[in-house]
T-cell receptor, first 118, second 111 residues
């Protein structure tokens, strides 16, 4: 089956530093990837849609200058949390669709990255 | 943005019991997906329902889509500890590629 890999699975950083999270589709190409954030005991909130070769589309309330997204190839999207603060501590999850783009096609998720900012 | 309401939000039961979790909306779903998420992992798709009145079964899990496509339910028969997790319903936002998730139902099945 389709595999989406995230790296790192967890990271601890100091306040003010930047952290890069990678999301790779291992056995398929993904022109579109999605980045979600999940706070403890809460659901997934879509942050942005990452488009290969073009700018990401951010959801309302998500700071594009703080959460930099780069989708440089059909198998890799990166999310960089710049100048991280403790309130950015969360579980970040990426996802991608296989095959032809369709809202009914399965969305495959990575295993997430647990970010803790101290 | 369509709001998805899930109930109950938390459930702790003993092994062997049955349970049902609901997902409702004030608007008509174009389609609905159910996911299960275990702690520290990403969600995994269980099923997609598209047609009103549709019923799908996945081993001990039975998924129903309301006739009016405004509600859906997930019924688990004879729950096992391995069923423990967060059950999420999700719907494409405005027919787009973006998924909107409900708040989820955290299930704990005690041995």
């Amino acid at each position: 089956g389709a595999v989406v890999s995230q790296h790192p699975s967890w990271v601890i950083c100091k306040s003010g530093t930047s952290v890069k999270i990678e999301c790779r589709s291992l056995d398929f190409q993904a022109t579109t990837m999605f980045w979600y954030r999940q706070f403890p005991k809460q659901s997934l909130m879509l942050m942005a849609t990452s488009n290969e070769g073009s700018k990401a589309t951010y959801e309302q309330g998500v700071e594009k200058d703080k959460f930099l997204i780069n989708h440089a190839s059909l198998t890799l999207s990166t999310l960089t949390v710049t100048s991280a603060h403790p309130e950015d501590s969360s579980f970040y999850i990426c996802s991608a669709r296989t095959g032809r783009s369709s809202y009914n096609s399965p969305l495959h998720f990575g295993n997430g990255t647990r970010l803790t900012v101290t | 943005t369509q709001l998805l309401e899930q109930s109950p939000q938390f459930l702790s039961i003993q092994e062997g019991e049955n349970l049902t979790v609901y997902c409702n909306s004030s608007s008509v779903f174009s389609s609905l997906q159910w996911y299960r998420q275990e702690p520290g992992e990403g969600p995994v798709l269980l099923v997609t329902v598209v047609t009103g009145g549709e019923v799908k079964k996945l081993k001990r899990l039975t998924f129903q889509f309301g006739d009016a496509r405004k509600d859906s339910s997930l019924h688990i028969t004879a729950a096992q500890p391995g069923d423990t997790g967060l059950y999420l319903c999700a719907e494409p936002q405005g027919g787009s590629e973006k998924l909107v998730f409900g708040k989820g139902m955290k299930l704990t099945v005690n041995p």
